[in-house]
Each structure stands twice: as C-alpha cells, then as structure tokens.
C-alpha cells in the first residue's frame, strides 16, 4: 500500500498515518477548523481502502479502475471528482531488421498516457497518480513555499481601505489548502507536457537535418527516418488528443462557474456545498454554489490558457511534420532523379561505344580495317576518344 497522508494548516505540512489514525485525524480537523488533509495515492489498488474511508461514489472508483478515461471535472454531492489527462515518457528498445540488439540498437522514448484522479471535499483532497514519481515532492515544496509567503490580512493602522466590507471580502478569500492542492496538481500535469514536447521538437530537428544530409541517402537511412517521422507523428496525435481532452474539461468546468455580474447586475457568490445544494441563480441575494472561491476559478482560468499554449505549440508541430514528409518525400525524388541522371549519362556514353564494336563485329569479307596491322589499335583508339570527349563535355554541362 502507497498512500501518503498530510495534515496542513497555515503554518506547515505534516505527514500522518490516515490508515491506522483516520478517527483521531477526523476528531482533530473538527476541532481545528484551519486543518486540512492531503492524501496521496500512486498505485490503483490504494482507491478500495480510500472509497471505504471517505464513501466514494462507485461510479468514480470504476472510472479510475479503468485507464484512457477522458478528462472531466463532475461535482457530486459531497465533493468534485477530476480525471486530468497526463502524459510520461517511457524509453523503448529497438533491434535492427534481424532482430539483433548490437551496436545498432535504437533507443526511443515513447509516450503512454499518465492520468491524476482527484476527489476534493471542502476539508480533504485525494491525489492519485501513477508514473510520475516527482508527484508528491513537487507539491509538497510548493505547498511549504506558498505557506511560508503567505500571511493573514490583519487590519492595522496603515492599512488602506480596510473598511468592514473589505474584511469581510478577505475571510472569504482565505486560502483554502484543498483548492491550492487542486490547482497545484492540475497544474503539475500541464508542467509534465512541456519537457516532452521540447524533446519531440528536438527529435524533428534532428530528423529534418538527416533527412537533408547528402551522406544519408542509402536505402536503409530512408527507411530509418521514414520510421522515425511516422514515429514522431504516432507521438505527437497521442499528446494532441489529451490536451485537447483536458482543455475541454478545464475550460467546461471554468464555464459552469464563471462568477461575473451580467447586464441585469445579477449577483454570483462563492458558497460551499456542504448543505447538499446543488448550484442555482436567483436575483441579488441568490448564490453559486461551489466548491471553489472565485480566485480559484480565476487561476484555473490561467492554467486553462497553459493548456491552450500547448495545444498551439503541438498543432505548430503537426504542421512541421507534414512538412517534415513533405521534405522526405522531396528527398526520396531528388536521390532518384539522382540516380536516373547517373544511369541515362553511362548509357549514353556506353551506346556509341557499343555502336563501333558492333560495327566492327559483322563478319562481312570485305572490310578494309579488317586486313590493317593497325585495325585493331585504331578501333580502341577511336572508344577512347569518342568515350573521354563524352565524358569531358558532360562534365563541362555538369551532368556528372
């Protein structure tokens, strides 16, 4: 079992055992009300004894049961459920055409699909990540670091239009650790896509200089790079698709609580669900219901724009590749053009050659060269000169 439990409150982050301690932990979290509980999860098997500890949904314990689950972001009653399509790399070996693994083997980074399942409850977030093994460090340290520059607003005497209302404002808006957690998360995945896409964009530029370097064009190079570019193509729709996937899913849930005042000045307000509503609309005394404050819908807004940055980046890349067999397939036609120049300018050199030995091969009676002492070396002679001043004059038009 590989669950990691962590207590944080606005000082610092503490690990705690969930499995053995969950009734003294929930006891403790009633009585301080600034505590928050952070559980981390990297093995599927961890969800079973999590959904007997919280009440997960069945429906959500299937969906992570079963991988290449689509993104989403669902609320339920009692807290959201996320799926956020993430992606690792994995290096693969290749052998060459007989199935050796010598000096030739190639080494190749595939990409398999990395997903982070996440329930969040107003007083508790459940992480749950498979292959990224920076995870649970990475959010740890930025936790530490945002706690530690991050301060209650207390009114003193130089604080600037701190009136009762402004008071009020900033209790609402206090950081809540299980929506930084949330948001930290989401944004660790976008961060795992950009270190891929920059080694792909590297794969393509040694791809493209290979396929221009005029000492490449044996056959067994063409087909090296052809599998190369169908490789890199394999790699980039994979990372297309689940950015697409996890844009769509950020941009839905951003959608569903977008907290603006519309042309009526009907007004939208943060409020937690844990009174079992579901989100409504009134007039001005009406809320949202939501397990988010508006900050948070804000910056997820933010990360939102990350993912769009990306998906432009890959789609730059999409269109490279194209154009990377376009070039190919350029390259293939010159080499034979190439090599048809080669072949028409030995044939037409060797077709008068040809011409005068077979003129001199008929076995007529009367042929004058054929009674000369001299016949024989001035045939040769006459190849020679025929066949060097062919080969001058083809260079001089640099045919060859």
């Known amino acids: 079992m590989t669950i990691s439990s962590y207590i944080i409150d606005n000082i ?15 006891d403790e979290m009633k009585k301080m009300s600034e505590e928050y509980l952070w559980i981390y999860a990297n093995e599927i098997e961890d969800i079973f004894p999590l959904q007997g500890i919280f009440g997960l ?60 399942y996440m329930y969040m409850e107003h007083r508790w977030i459940t992480t749950l990540n498979l292959y990224n093994q920076h995870f649970e460090e990475n959010i740890k340290k930025k936790v530490k670091a945002i706690l530690q ?10 604080s600037f239009s701190m009136d009762k209302e402004g008071l009020d404002n900033s209790k609402k808006n206090i950081l809540k650790k299980n929506e930084l957690i949330f948001r930290l998360a989401l944004e660790e995945m976008i961060l795992s896509y950009f270190p891929i896409i920059d080694n792909i964009s590297k794969e393509l530029e040694q791809t493209e200089e290979d396929i221009l370097d005029e000492n490449s064009s044996s056959s067994k190079n063409n087909k090296s790079q052809l599998s190369k570019i169908l490789f ?6 994979f990372i297309e698709r689940t950015l697409g996937m996890m844009s769509r899913a950020v ?35 009406s809320i949202i219901t939501t397990l988010l404050n508006p900050d948070s819908i804000r910056q997820m807004r933010s990360l939102n724009d990350r993912i769009l940055y990306l998906r432009n980046d890959i789609e730059n890349m999409h269109q490279r590749i194209i154009s990377l067999r376009e070039t190919y397939n350029s390259s293939l036609s010159a080499n034979l053009n190439e090599t048809i120049r080669t072949l028409t300018v030995i044939a037409t050199i060797v077709l008068p050659l040809t011409l005068i030995t077979g003129i001199y091969g008929m076995n007529f009676k009367v042929m004058p060269e054929l009674t000369s002492e001299y016949g024989y070396y001035y045939a ?10 062919m080969i001058l004059y083809f260079k001089r038009k640099r045919w060859i």
């Open 12 to 26: 610092t982050i503490r690990p705690v055992n969930l499995i053995s301690e969950a009734v003294s932990i929930r």
């Open 57 to 116: 949904h069945p429906l959500t314990v299937e969906a992570v049961l079963h991988h290449n689950q689509p993104s989403k972001i669902e609320e339920y009653t009692r807290y959201i459920f996320a799926i956020i399509d993430g992606i690792a790399e994995n290096q693969e070996n290749k052998t060459d055409e007989n199935g050796n693994q010598n000096d030739k083997k190639i080494l190749s980074m595939t990409v398999l699909e990395d997903d982070l």
């Open 149 to 158: 520059q991050t301060k209650p607003i207390m009114p003193n005497s130089t």
């Open 232 to 237: 890199i193509r394999k790699k980039i729709s």
């Open 251 to 285: 941009q839905d849930f951003v959608n569903r609580h977008n907290i603006e005042s519309n042309d009526n000045n009907e007004i939208f307000e943060h409020y937690s669900v844990s009174n079992n509503t579901l989100p409504i609309k009134k007039d001005k005394q």
């Open 380 to 389: 040769l002679g006459l190849i020679a000169a025929l066949g060097g001043g």
